[in-house]
T-cell receptor, first 112, second 119 residues
Framework: DGGITQSPKYLFRKEGQNVTLSCEQN?????MYWYRQDPGQGLRLIYY???????QKGDIAEGYSVSREKKESFPLTVTSAQKNPTAFYLC???????????FGPGTRLLVL | AQKITQTQPGMFVQEKEAVTLDCTYD???????LFWYKQPSSGEMIFLIY??????QNATEGRYSLNFQKARKSANLVISASQLGDSAIYFC????????????????FGTGTKLQVIP
């Protein structure tokens, strides 16, 4: 059963702490993306990766970091430099860059 | 700059009735694509339908159709025979080419329309 999985579903961060959100896909897609969603707003792009070992900043990359060491995996780290991390984070993938993006179930990050 | 506008923050529709969700867009690109996604309360974004800027016919997928009016820059979603499971937030999105050599196309999302289907 192909798809995109994100874990955990809920994540709590303490002040000054880095946390990592997991995103895995078994769709054999080349491109992967991370979006942030705030209440009442659309999605904003944090980072994207078109191919393994390559990634590019999106519109709101400050305070975030990513890696793409494997085709299937695109973890997002929310660093302590991100001063307002409370949001819903969605990971997506597409067969190749530019094609329709398919989304995972999301991770809700809350600050303690 | 690209922009997507969804002017209806919330809508109600009676079960089994049809409903139209509005979306207007702004881009100077000639080649672009338009999408609609559904986000139920679970949070996952579900792809519904796609329309390319050069497609001459309106896209249809089951009960979903996209009313594409290029001159007016609108891409409204029509849901026929609404069901209770259609209650969700619906997002319109647009992708346009970038100068990125890898083929990346920037996707811009609207702010969404919350649809509630009434029994």
């Amino acid at each position: 059963d192909g798809g995109i999985t994100q874990s955990p579903k809920y994540l709590f961060r303490k002040e000054g702490q880095n946390v990592t959100l997991s995103c895995e896909q078994n769709l054999n897609h080349d491109a992967m993306y991370w979006y942030r969603q705030d209440p009442g707003q659309g999605l904003r792009l944090i980072y994207y990766s078109q191919i393994v070992n390559d990634f590019q900043k999106g519109d709101i990359a400050e305070g975030y970091s990513v890696s793409r060491e494997k085709k299937e995996s695109f973890p997002l780290t929310v660093t302590s430099a991100q001063k307002n991390p409370t949001a819903f984070y969605l990971c997506a993938s597409s067969p190749i860059p530019g094609e329709t993006q398919y989304f995972g179930p999301g991770t809700r990050l809350l600050v303690l | 700059a690209q922009k997507i506008t969804q002017t209806q923050p919330g809508m109600f529709v009676q079960e089994k009735e049809a409903v139209t969700l509005d979306c207007t867009y702004d881009t100077s690109d000639q080649s672009y694509g338009l999408f609609w996604y559904k986000q139920p309360s679970s949070g996952e974004m579900i792809f519904l339908i796609y329309q390319g800027s050069y497609d001459e016919q309106n896209a249809t997928e089951g009960r979903y159709s996209l009313n594409f009016q290029k001159a007016r820059k609108s891409a409204n979603l029509v849901i026929s025979a609404s069901q209770l499971g259609d209650s969700a937030i619906y997002f319109c999105a647009m992708r346009v080419p970038t100068l990125n050599s890898g083929g990346y196309q920037k996707v811009t999302f609207g702010t969404g329309t919350k649809l509630q289907v009434i029994p």
